[in-house]
């Protein structure tokens, strides 16, 4: 394997067209990861983009919060993602977004603030399975290491790199069955949305 493919740049992996539409934001890694010709992502998704005058950089309307995904050089999927949302139904905004990047064999998990505490679901849409899963531990990557049973202990002396490398491989192993929904389904069964907004001086 060439040095160039090792150590991956983000054009080379599924994650170029969405750092070309300026989609991958606030990073706390966006870097090769330890593996070999794998890149690694920890940040913001944006979604929706607010209408820009001029030049003016506006934050995106809506976005995916608490990203974490890897992708590997020379495919054009995204085997691993996960992240925080506050409602179920942008769901649809992740899928549409990430488009040909998902693939049927990947793991998605997204952790929404609007679903009942005590329920976990698995969405199909459009040809990849999403796991649908409520925020308890106030941060994706704390829920993930209960998901995935890693030992927080053992994390906390390595690289942001290999933190996610050691999170991607056991979420893509991950095969525990949650109830069966449609997104329809979904929409219906997701509790109200707290608005972040509010309380907030206008």
Same mark, same amino acid.
């Given at each position: $394997?060439?040095?160039?493919?090792?150590k991956?740049?983000?054009?080379?992996?599924?994650?170029?067209?969405?750092?070309?539409?300026?989609?991958?934001?606030?990073?706390?890694?966006?870097?090769?990861?330890?593996?070999?010709?794998?890149?690694?992502?920890?940040?913001?998704? &944006?979604?929706?983009?607010?209408?820009? $005058?001029?030049?003016? %950089?506006?934050?995106p309307?809506?976005?995916?919060?608490?990203?974490?995904?890897?992708?590997q050089?020379?495919?054009?999927?995204?085997?691993?993602?996960?992240?925080? !949302?506050?409602?179920?139904?942008?769901?649809?905004?992740?899928?549409?977004?990430?488009?040909? &990047?998902?693939?049927?064999?990947?793991?998605?998990?997204?952790?929404?603030?609007?679903?009942?505490?005590?329920?976990?679901?698995?969405?199909?849409?459009?040809? &990849?399975?999403?796991?649908?899963?409520?925020?308890?531990?106030?941060?994706?990557?704390?829920?993930?290491?209960?998901?995935?049973y890693?030992?927080?202990?053992?994390?906390?002396?390595?690289?942001?790199?290999?933190?996610?490398?050691?999170? %991607?491989?056991?979420?893509?192993?991950?095969?525990?069955?949650?109830?069966?929904?449609?997104?329809s389904?979904? !929409?219906?069964? $997701?509790?109200?949305?707290?608005?972040?907004?509010?309380?907030?001086?206008?």
């Open positions: $394997m060439s040095a160039v493919t090792d991956p740049t983000i054009d080379q992996t599924a994650f170029g067209p969405l750092e070309a539409q300026k989609r991958l934001q606030n990073p706390v890694l966006k870097a090769p990861t330890g593996k070999p010709g794998r890149f690694g992502f920890r940040g913001e998704l &944006a979604l929706r983009f607010s209408t820009q $005058m001029a030049d003016e %950089a506006r934050p309307e809506l976005t995916c919060d608490q990203v974490m995904a890897i992708a050089a020379g495919e054009k999927t995204i085997p691993f993602l996960a992240g925080y !949302l506050l409602s179920f139904e942008h769901l649809k905004d992740v899928a549409e977004v990430l488009g040909t &990047a998902l693939t049927a064999g990947g793991k998605y998990f997204l952790f929404c603030n609007n679903i009942d505490l005590s329920k976990k679901y698995q969405v199909p849409y459009k040809g &990849a399975m999403f796991y649908v899963l409520p925020i308890d531990e106030a941060t994706v990557y704390n829920e993930l290491l209960e998901l995935l890693l030992d927080r202990n053992e994390l906390k002396r390595m690289d942001t790199g290999t933190k996610l490398d050691v999170i %991607a491989e056991a979420a893509m192993k991950f095969d525990i069955t949650f109830d069966m929904i449609t997104y389904e979904g !929409l219906e069964l $997701m509790g109200p949305v707290r608005n972040p907004n509010e309380n907030r001086p206008v």
